[in-house]
């Protein structure tokens, strides 16, 4: 299954469901890490700094590319809008499902829509609108260009991808009310050594090294609510089917 998941900076997918990523990876999906901004300027980062440090993240989340069935490794690439001033345009929606139909992504992992950071705000509803354009048949989009490597990546036929899911990445003191908890047992570990990789972000800054406390935290007692070790939640505003239930944890 060809999975898209959308940051509006990198380090945000870590931060919000590194364990599933990594489990997702493990599983054999073709996942799609897609950094909307750089994430600079931040106090103690460079765009050079913040590129290694986000290949770095993607390295511990999936060291084995043997894992897909095609030897592909996780994958991300950088839309290149501007950090901090993202806006909800035509434009960027036009540009993020270019990238749904080069990947042909069947399910999108995008923030929470209720946050108090602006670019994150933006960025969903972007992802919730591109989900739409990239079905559309008479839509002229250009071929997506990886801005991390200059990589053009064509363009395939139109998609709709028949699953949207929320990821909390909130800035608010926002309590989650998830639709459901993906179990991320013997994840947790490589989630939060991907969010380290980030030093920039949370290793030099002392007050950013918290961080990693209420990460962990939050994680047991997610994994507590479904009887694991460690879990991250997720919010649907569509119903999920089922046809079994040997998946259930």
């Known amino acids: 299954m060809n999975i898209l998941v959308i940051g509006p900076h990198p380090d945000d997918q870590e931060l919000g469901m590194g364990g599933t990523i990594a489990a997702l990876a493990e599983q054999g999906h073709d996942v799609l890490l897609l950094d909307v901004t750089n994430g600079e300027p931040t106090p103690f980062g460079t765009p050079e700094k913040r590129q290694a440090e986000a290949a770095a993240a ?8 043997a894992w897909h069935p095609e030897g592909r490794p996780l994958r991300r690439w950088l839309l290149g809008l501007a950090n901090r001033t993202v806006e909800h345009t035509v434009a960027a929606r036009y540009a993020v499902a270019a990238v749904i139909r080069a990947h042909q992504s069947q399910v999108i992992f995008a923030p929470h829509p209720e946050d108090a950071h602006p670019d994150h705000r933006a960025v969903t509803r972007i992802a919730e609108d591109a989900r739409f354009d990239a079905k559309l048949t008479r839509l002229e989009l250009p071929d997506p260009i990886d801005q991390w490597t200059g990589q053009r990546h064509l363009l395939g036929e139109p998609i709709y991808p028949k699953w949207f899911f929320y990821y ?7 309590a989650a009310d998830p639709s459901f908890i993906f179990d991320i047992t013997g994840r947790l570990d490589r989630k939060l050594a991907s969010i380290r990789a980030y030093e920039t972000q949370f290793v030099i800054p002392e007050k950013n090294r918290l961080v990693l406390e209420w990460i962990e935290g939050a994680a047991r007692y997610f994994g507590s609510r479904i009887g694991t070790t460690a879990g991250e939640p997720f919010f649907t505003r569509e119903p999920v089917g089922l046809t079994g239930f040997d998946a259930l944890a």
């Open 58 to 65: 993607l390295k511990i989340l999936n060291p084995n590319p």
């Open 168 to 174: 909390y990445a909130t800035h608010l003191r926002q």
